[in-house]
């Protein structure tokens, strides 16, 4: 079984901040938080991961719960091309990744 | 630039056939992965290999054997024992399993059965 919960499916509107909830609340000490998005027939894209602090990079920025139970990937500025199923995954050293179903984002014109 | 072939794109396989799934990787990477994702569905993982020659069970392994003789190619072979191999097939790669190592992916393979 998956161990993060994300809502199935998300809208948001063209240019707006989209903030994507993911909880974890099983997370240990060493898991990572990884977040992946897959957009139709294509293989998943690496988009950010962390472990305890907030991370920004070209694509998104992560915020992680200063307890680290739940965690929000935010897309500053929603474009057409975000359209994806988004995955947030726990990853711990040499073990298996479990991806669940994720959210499915839709972006409104 | 660096990333993952998978070939081919598209696949048939006839009932009673094996089938093999093409995965190279120019990343350098130590890591791999095969994965299945049935429709609306996560994915689903089938093997990995943390190192050349040594690989290990996913979730799902049975129907499915794989081999790692080179570190750039990680090729999955779907036996007739898969009862149910239509599916999108993921291959992916990573520098090691550490956990703060972000996986890279192809761009898949759909395998259908004729």
């Known amino acids: 079984d998956a161990k993060t919960t994300q809502p199935n499916s998300m809208e948001s509107n063209e240019e707006e901040p989209v903030h994507l909830p993911c909880n974890h609340s099983t997370i240990s000490g060493t898991d990572y938080i990884h977040w992946y998005r897959q957009l139709p027939s294509q293989g998943p894209e690496y988009v950010i991961h962390g472990l305890t602090s907030n991370v920004n990079n070209r694509m998104a920025s992560l915020a992680i719960a200063e307890d680290r139970k739940s965690s929000t990937l935010i897309l500053h500025r929603a474009t057409l091309r975000d359209a994806a199923v988004y995955y947030c995954i726990l990853k711990t050293s040499y073990d298996k990744v479990i991806f669940g179903p994720g959210t499915s984002l839709s972006v409104i014109p | 630039d660096g990333g993952i072939t998978q070939s081919p794109k598209y696949l048939f396989r006839k009932e009673g056939q094996n089938v093999t799934l093409s995965c190279e990787q120019n990343l350098n990477h130590d890591a791999m992965y095969w994965y299945r994702q049935d429709p609306g569905q996560g994915l689903r993982l089938i093997y990995y290999?943390?190192?050349?020659?040594?690989?290990q069970k996913g979730d799902i392994a049975e129907g499915y054997s794989v081999s790692r003789e080179k570190k750039e190619s990680f090729p999955l072979t779907v036996t007739s024992a898969q009862k149910n191999p239509t599916a999108f097939y993921l291959c992916?790669?990573?520098?090691?399993?550490?956990?703060?190592?972000?996986?890279?992916f192809g761009d898949g393979t759909r395998l259908s059965i004729l």
């Open positions: 290999s943390q190192i050349v020659n040594d690989f």
């Open positions: 992916a790669s990573s520098w090691g399993l550490d956990s703060n190592q972000p996986q890279h």
